[in-house]
């Protein structure tokens, strides 16, 4: 064999490597691609929106500060 034939057959193979790796990475980005529109699609429905949050952590403090006054008449009773 000489070196031209053993230089075509290593390209061969270095360029089926590289195909193999760059079809991989490809499919990879599509993957990501597919979850991304898919989470956006989902995002509103799956997530707690910030106005959401605000109403709960208000309705939470009404109910802490209740838990607080009462504790506080019957420390004051004692």
Known sequence: MDWQSAFNIAAA????IGGWLMKSLWSAVERMRRDLAEMERNMHSEFLRKDDFNIVIIRIET???RIVERLEDKADRD
Request: hydrophobic share 45%; net charge neutral.
């Open 13 to 16: 193979m270095l360029g089926g």
């Open 63 to 65: 109910k802490l500060d």
